[in-house]
């Protein structure tokens, strides 16, 4: 057992760290949208299987004959990583449109539009399958879908028996940069001030002046981004996707956005992480089946202990 | 009824194909009973199918079933039929615990993972005398049966063994690429289908992982060189009971071969010739005059005929006598039929 564990720590500790970054990028947009509207918008894992597509699409587009290296590969990840980043933002501001702002308007209860966003997930996901996967490739929409490879699993360096590889390095800095630029975002900017006011208390943020429809607007844009750079990471890391991709993905970014804290932006990342490193743990001792419990009894315990999360309550209240 | 649309769809069309190549033949003679084959997607899902067969039975009035495809549906569905009185034949549902709950009206053509396990292992055995195995499966009930006949078998001939399983729709295998890794076996087999298949293939060889790679009927599909890639599938073993002709062979297979190209539009794949053979065995009935469920079960207690896939006729249970296991291997980014068990070689 003790063998094991010290056999099998570091490398699944690179694997824990790699998918809890996948992980965390989602975990932004559920608590982005959860810290301004208090919604939890379940068809958020839609927005990052979408983004899997584009990054789908436009891989098989440029359909590489071999893996690139240097320039070449830095180009076509950034394209990938700005298409998802785009097309998933936009299919994010779509989805308030429709699914959310009626509602609100209407002044719907929070369950109301919680029940639209589950019925909007399974819109998305059918809508994949019989429609837009079969029209963007020709194949049957229910099946799993396959990219050519853009990045060689190199290794880097290793630390003790753990190979760090190239891919591994990409989404592990990629992750990183973009949760660095979204936090400078929220807390540096004007348009940021908007989003932690209108977190803190939307009525005073409406009497300051505060466009409520313009921030919930750019809050869909932003997470639905995020989901989409982690769609890009997703394809070139596993080389696959199918029309529900999302779904168990969501969930678990969900769990990592309570286990931080929700409507933190910080705790997204490190709940993220955190899920990731205790889920590839605790499958030494237990083994892989036992993932989902191992993850789901850590949120008990935290949230036993800790009801707002790790790093507790939202950011946007403490620092506004 | 089965999988028509969802992930692991392209096991289930062909037989698909297959029952209705069978159907409309038989049709096409302008029989005093003409039979009419209605379809059932359940997306291979034991709610969907409860649901499904629910309306087959009292508002389509089938008098017989072909399928489910997969083994949890068919667990699920199993005391329905009874009730039912709906004889039913399975072209590819294996899991062995099925002929076991006394079902009367239950049948299927290919041989059960008590057979297919232990014919896996003991061909790897004979072809590379491994020292260790390493077991692995998804957390379906299909998956979990074929690999526990796997390890079992591995065990008796003296091969250490280890397992890992993992959830069917988990995405990130690095936990269960780490055990393999560490473990250093000489030869992995999975229990599970093509999509989960491909996608571990692929992780354990970029994990740096070579052992020899080997899996049952459920990852026997071109899809699964997709999923992996081309690189990572090469010279995977994969073994069916199933019989899938290519188009070098002759005779009735010839025949068959020939026939479904014609009425599918498609070569023959996976459990084609077994869902035409369980189509026959429903037709052979009616022929014989047997038009209520009940009557055609009775038929089924005695027929007997050489089916395309292999001769066939059912056990009490509702088992095929004959339980022959086949050997591909991806040769060249394509599976390559290699032959029966007892008699292939491995390439490479």
């Given at each position: 057992m003790l063998d094991d564990f010290l056999n099998q720590f570091l490398p699944s500790t690179v694997g824990g760290l790699v998918f809890g970054s996948i992980y965390a990028?989602?975990?932004?947009?559920?608590?982005?949208?959860?810290?301004?509207?208090?919604?939890?918008?379940?068809?958020h894992s839609e927005i990052f299987m979408i983004g899997t597509f584009t990054s789908l699409v436009v891989i098989t587009a440029i359909a590489p004959a071999s893996p690139l290296t240097g320039f070449a590969l830095f180009g076509v990840m950034l394209l990938i990583i700005v298409a998802s980043a785009a097309i998933s933002g936009g299919a994010a501001m779509l989805l308030e449109v429709v699914a959310y702002r009626p509602l609100r308007r209407k002044g719907a209860t929070r369950l109301t539009a919680l029940i639209s966003a589950i019925g909007a997930s399974l819109f998305l996901q059918e809508l994949f399958a019989l429609v837009i996967i079969p029209w963007l490739t020709g194949n049957a929409g229910r099946n799993q879908q396959s990219a050519p490879r853009i990045v060689d699993r190199d290794t880097v360096f290793t630390i003790g028996n753990a190979a760090v590889r190239t891919d591994h390095i990409i989404v592990v800095v990629a992750a990183v940069i973009m949760m660095i630029a979204l936090d400078r975002l929220v807390n540096k900017t004007k348009i940021g001030r908007g989003i932690r006011a209108t977190a803190q208390d939307p009525e005073a943020a409406v009497l300051?002046?505060?466009?409520?429809?313009?921030?919930?607007?750019?809050?869909?844009?932003?997470?639905?981004?995020?989901?989409?750079?982690?769609?890009?990471?997703?394809?070139?890391?596993?080389?696959?996707?199918?029309?529900?991709?999302?779904?168990?993905?969501?969930?678990?970014?969900?769990t990592a956005a309570v286990l931080g804290g929700i409507g933190n932006l910080r705790g997204a990342?490190?709940?993220?992480?955190?899920?990731?490193?205790?889920?590839?743990?605790?499958?030494?001792?237990?083994?892989?089946?036992?993932?989902?419990?191992?993850?789901?009894?850590?949120?008990?315990?935290?949230?036993?202990?800790r009801p707002t999360g790790i790093l507790g309550e939202s950011l946007q209240k403490a620092r506004a | 009824?089965?999988?028509?649309?969802?992930?692991?769809?392209?096991?289930?069309?062909?037989?698909?194909?297959?029952?209705?190549?069978?159907?409309?033949?038989?049709?096409?003679?302008?029989?005093?009973?003409?039979?009419?084959?209605?379809?059932?997607?359940?997306?291979?899902?034991?709610?969907?199918?409860?649901?499904?067969?629910?309306k087959a039975i009292t508002q389509d009035k089938i008098v017989a079933l072909i399928g489910p495809a997969f083994s949890g549906e068919s667990k699920a569905i199993g005391g329905q039929l009874e009730e039912g009185k709906i004889p039913s034949v399975s072209p590819s549902a294996t899991n062995p615990g099925l002929a076991q709950n006394g079902w009367t009206y239950w049948h299927r053509v290919v041989a059960n993972d008590a057979d297919q396990g232990p014919g896996i292992a003991e061909f790897l055995v004979k072809a590379k005398s491994p020292k260790k195995a390493f077991v692995l499966s998804d957390d379906q009930e299909y998956s979990v049966g074929l690999a526990d006949a796997v390890a079992k078998s591995f065990k008796d001939s003296n091969v250490a063994v280890e397992t890992?399983?993992?959830s069917k729709d988990a995405s990130d295998y690095s936990s269960t690429v780490t055990k393999v890794a560490a473990s250093n076996p000489d030869v992995i087999v999975f229990g599970g289908y093509y999509a989960q298949a491909g996608r571990l293939l692929k992780q354990l060889r970029d994990g740096g992982v070579k052992a020899t790679f080997a899996s049952g009927d459920g990852s026997l599909d071109q899809q699964l060189v997709t999923g992996a890639g081309t690189a990572a599938a090469e010279g995977a073993v994969l073994a069916c009971p199933c019989n899938i002709p290519t188009p070098d062979v002759t005779g009735a297979l010839k025949t068959f071969f020939e026939n479904y190209k014609k009425s599918a539009n498609v070569d023959p794949a996976i459990y084609a010739t077994e869902g035409y053979d369980a189509a026959t065995s429903f037709i052979k009935a009616v022929e014989a005059g047997n038009t209520t469920g009940e009557k055609i079960n009775e038929f089924l207690k005695t027929v007997s005929f050489e089916g395309v896939s292999k001769p066939l006729k059912f056990k009490a249970n509702g088992e095929p006598e004959n339980n022959a296991i086949?050997?591909?291997?991806?040769?060249?980014?394509?599976?390559?039929?290699?032959?029966?068990?007892?008699e292939a070689k491995l390439e490479g």
């Open positions: 990028l989602i975990a932004l947009g559920y608590t982005m949208v959860y810290g301004v509207l208090r919604l939890i918008n379940f068809a300051m002046g505060v466009s409520i429809d313009n921030i919930v607007r750019v809050t869909f844009l932003l997470g639905g981004a995020m989901a989409g750079v982690a769609g890009a990471l997703y394809l070139m890391e596993f080389e696959n996707t199918v029309f529900n991709v999302g779904f168990v993905l969501g969930i678990k970014a969900f990342l490190l709940g993220g992480i955190v899920l990731g490193l205790i889920e590839n743990w605790g499958a030494i001792f237990l083994g892989s089946e036992w993932k989902d419990v191992i993850a789901f009894t850590v949120l008990v315990i935290v949230l036993m202990f | 009824m089965g999988d028509l649309t969802g992930e692991n769809a392209a096991i289930v069309i062909p037989p698909r194909n297959g029952a209705v190549m069978a159907v409309n033949e038989y049709n096409a003679k302008n029989p005093k009973v003409k039979i009419e084959l209605v379809q059932y997607d359940s997306q291979g899902k034991a709610d969907q199918a409860t649901s499904l067969i629910t890992d399983k993992f086949f050997i591909y291997q991806v040769v060249d980014g394509k599976v390559k039929l290699l032959g029966p068990a007892e």
